[in-house]
């Protein structure tokens, strides 16, 4: 039961997702190919309002429903940021869909993203065995 | 209003709501916008095979795996029981390039058939986008330490510099494929 409110969220991003149509090739091809704006107003409000809501809860000290404070973990820089980024850029044109895409994608019947999944899935399972080999 | 909700939706009504989302995950359990380690979570419950990086308590981290059901149940109410086109509306100009650059005729959809039927499997063009293509976005997330939702969502909202380098790298990869290595393989 302590997990339905991430289900409840979940199903929203999900419906927001599929709604403004971000899940299609189509709109990546677009967003890749500077062809329109839509790609870049949902990525850049996002942001915009993501940041303004990030802004508010630091300045008043919000805490979580559980009481907790809120804590944001700093990212720390290492040579993985932007090869793996540059990685999952080629993908990303070829497959149309980031991970949250392809989840949105596989609930609305579509076949294909269920092998994409798996082989997202071969992918994360590669990066974590070469782990220690690869360059940071 | 009804008939609103079933309308694709605008980014400036999306995009915001997406945006809330990262509050909201703060707010009801301090937990941070991320979709991709879910990737990593089900390979840790299911094939750690003594790695490492995947040996760690995943069992702490499914609220992340719930999210992401939800997202796929999303997808179903969104698409299957609000209706949706049968033709994405993106610019003429992008229609105009597919068709002359990549030789795609059927729009319909959310993904060119063409190029994402099953049945594809069977030649190359098959396991380049569904199999090459799934994995380099399972390989590069992890190795990058987030996706769209990590780094140019959260992290960008809370200003890290890091994901700007990251985003940067999502954006040139994305764009020698369309560029560069699109016109060379079609």
């Known amino acids: 039961m302590k997990y339905f409110k991430y289900l409840v969220l979940g199903t929203l ?14 709109r990546i091809q677009e967003m890749f190919r500077f062809q329109a704006f839509h790609m870049y107003g949902v ?27 809120i804590v ?59 782990r220690e080999k690869l360059p940071y | 209003m009804l008939e609103l909700l079933q309308q694709p939706w605008p980014w400036y009504v999306a995009g915001p709501l997406i945006g809330l989302t990262v509050p909201a995950l703060l ?7 991320g979709i991709s380690s879910s990737l990593r979570h ?31 149940l999303g997808g179903f109410i969104g698409y299957r029981l609000m209706g949706h086109p049968d033709v994405i509306g ?30 594809n499997l069977a030649n190359w063009k098959g396991w380049v986008f569904l199999v090459l293509g799934g994995f380099l976005v399972g390989f590069g997330t992890r190795y990058a ?3 769209t939702s990590g780094h140019a969502i959260s992290g960008l909202s809370n200003l890290q510099w890091v994901s700007l380098v990251a985003v940067i790298g999502f954006f040139a990869g994305g764009l020698l494929m369309t560029w560069v290595i699109y016109p060379m393989m079609f």
Request: aromatic share 10%.
């Open chain 2, 27 to 33: 707010l009801v359990g301090n937990k941070a916008l």
């Open chain 1, 43 to 69: 990525i850049g409000s996002a942001i915009l309002v993501g940041m303004i809501s990030i802004q508010l809860i630091k300045r008043n000290r919000l805490k979580s429903i559980d009481g907790e404070p």
């Open chain 2, 42 to 72: 089900v390979c840790a419950a299911c094939v750690p095979a003594g790695i490492p990086f995947l040996t760690y308590n995943w069992r702490a981290e499914i609220w992340n795996l719930v999210f992401v059901l939800g997202i796929a």
């Open chain 1, 72 to 130: 944001l973990a700093d990212k720390k820089f290492n040579h993985g940021i932007w090869i793996g980024g540059f990685i999952f850029g080629l993908g990303w044109a070829l497959t149309g869909a980031c991970p949250g895409p392809l989840f949105a994608q596989l609930g609305s019947g579509i076949g294909s993203a269920a092998v994409l999944i798996l082989a997202a899935l071969a992918g994360t399972w590669t990066y974590s065995a070469l």
């Open chain 2, 145 to 147: 330490g987030g996706c």
């Open chain 1, 13 to 26: 991003f999900g419906i927001i997702l599929t709604k403004s149509e971000v899940i299609s090739w189509f």
């Open chain 2, 90 to 119: 993106i610019s003429a100009a992008t229609v105009r390039d597919l068709k002359a650059e990549m030789h795609l005729t059927d729009f319909t959809g959310l993904l060119p058939k063409e190029l994402f039927a099953l049945d």
